[in-house]
Every structure is written in structure tokens, then in C-alpha cells.
């Protein structure tokens, strides 16, 4: 992807940096009180002017946005990350901290934005752009190849929670449309994601 320029905002517009109504996926980063970065797939939900996001009790994206009251979530079409970040973190070398934040974000982000998460009620998190940095803006044509890998990891999670076999089926479905209408980034991802899964 070729970098064109940073451009900082103070309370930005989730839309400008491609959060719509509805779910947007992106990866979330937080970091434990003691400063351990951590990353994981959210989906964040933006209807009627309400922007938050429902965080899954146990995780660390949890406890650490309920602990530290921020959350960034980095804009990326790296499904690669997206597979990687869903089961363990990354090492340290993935995370930087731009301009004296002491909040980890993504270096390979296209675009990110730090949250102030106020919980709410359970896992829902109510949330605040702070400050966002867009990185590139490319003009990206729909893949069902790309959205295929998302779903196929949505089932993966779902799978990892109650071991429900029709998810591996799932799976196995999507895995279909990324041979067909995927490129080579994202067979590569949804082949890294069966070898985690030990689907064959």
C-alpha cells in the first residue's frame, strides 16, 4: 500500500476514516495498566449517532479498555493481521507510539483512531474519538474474497467458544468463495487460519 502522507485530527469523524453505520471491523489495541500491548478483531457499531462496542467478558481487550478507558482501533485491509490478531497477540515489534501516546497502535495501519470506552451496561462500551492519524486512502473496490475470510473468522472464534462442529462447516464454505474470488493475500490468510484450525 503506498503511504501518501499523514494527516492528524483532534476529535475526528469516525466516517472519515471509513466507520459507517452498522458493524466496521477493525483491530482493536489496548494496553495493560503495567503497558503490555495487546490486539484483537472488534467490531464497532454505529447506529443512530450511538457509536460503541461489545467487548467479551475475559478478554484482554476488555479488561484492559475497562482498566485504561481507551481502546485504538486501526483501520487495516491486512487480513493476514486480522487472522493473526484473533488468536494471539503480535510482538512487540508490530506496535508503535506516534507522537509521545503512550496507547499502542498498529505500524502497518492504514489509518487509526484513539477512543475514550466508558462502559456502559455488560460488555457494551460507549465510545469517543479522541485523535486519529489516516495514513493512506486508497480507493478500494468491494472483494468478496476479502469479506469471506472475515466471516470465515467470525465462525472460527464462535468455534473456539462451544465447539460446534457446523462452524468448521462454515468455514469450509468460505474458504470456497476466497479460492474463488480471492487473491493471493487472502487464500494465503484463509489457509493460515484452516492451519490453525486444523481444517483440511
Same mark, same amino acid.
Given at each position: 500500500m503506498i503511504r501518501t502522507g499523514s494527516e492528524n485530527m483532534d476529535n475526528p469523524d469516525p466516517a472519515e476514516f471509513g466507520i459507517l453505520d452498522g458493524i466496521s471491523e477493525v483491530i482493536a489495541t489496548t494496553r495493560?495498566?503495567?503497558?503490555?500491548? &495487546? !490486539?484483537?478483531?472488534? $467490531?464497532? *457499531?454505529?447506529?443512530?449517532?450511538?457509536?460503541?462496542?461489545?467487548?467479551?467478558?475475559?478478554?484482554?481487550?476488555?479488561? &484492559? !479498555?475497562a482498566r485504561? $478507558?481507551? *481502546?485504538?482501533?486501526?483501520?487495516?485491509?491486512?487480513?493476514?493481521?486480522y487472522?493473526?490478531?484473533t488468536f494471539e497477540d503480535p510482538g512487540p515489534e508490530a506496535f508503535e507510539y506516534p507522537g509521545g501516546m503512550d496507547y499502542p497502535v498498529l505500524k502497518r495501519a492504514s489509518a487509526w483512531i484513539l477512543f475514550e470506552c466508558n462502559q456502559?451496561?455488560?460488555?457494551?462500551?460507549?465510545?469517543t474519538p479522541i485523535r486519529g492519524v489516516i495514513h493512506d486512502k486508497p480507493m478500494l473496490c468491494i472483494n468478496r474474497g476479502k469479506n469471506a475470510v472475515i466471516e470465515a473468522l467470525v465462525h472460527?472464534?464462535?468455534y473456539r467458544l462451544n465447539g460446534d462442529a457446523q462452524y468448521l462447516d462454515l468455514i469450509r464454505h468460505y474458504d470456497r468463495i476466497v479460492q474463488r474470488c480471492g487473491g493471493d493475500r487472502e487464500k494465503e490468510a484463509i489457509a493460515r487460519l484452516k492451519e490453525i484450525m486444523e481444517i483440511r
Open positions: 495493560s495498566d503495567s503497558g503490555i500491548p &495487546n !490486539a484483537a478483531p472488534i $467490531g464497532i *457499531i454505529w447506529n443512530r449517532d450511538r457509536l460503541h462496542v461489545q467487548l467479551f467478558s475475559g478478554s484482554h481487550t476488555r479488561q &484492559n !479498555a485504561t $478507558g481507551k *481502546i485504538v482501533a486501526n483501520i487495516t485491509h491486512d487480513l493476514m493481521m487472522v493473526e490478531c456502559s451496561k455488560g460488555n457494551m462500551f460507549e465510545l472460527a472464534t464462535r
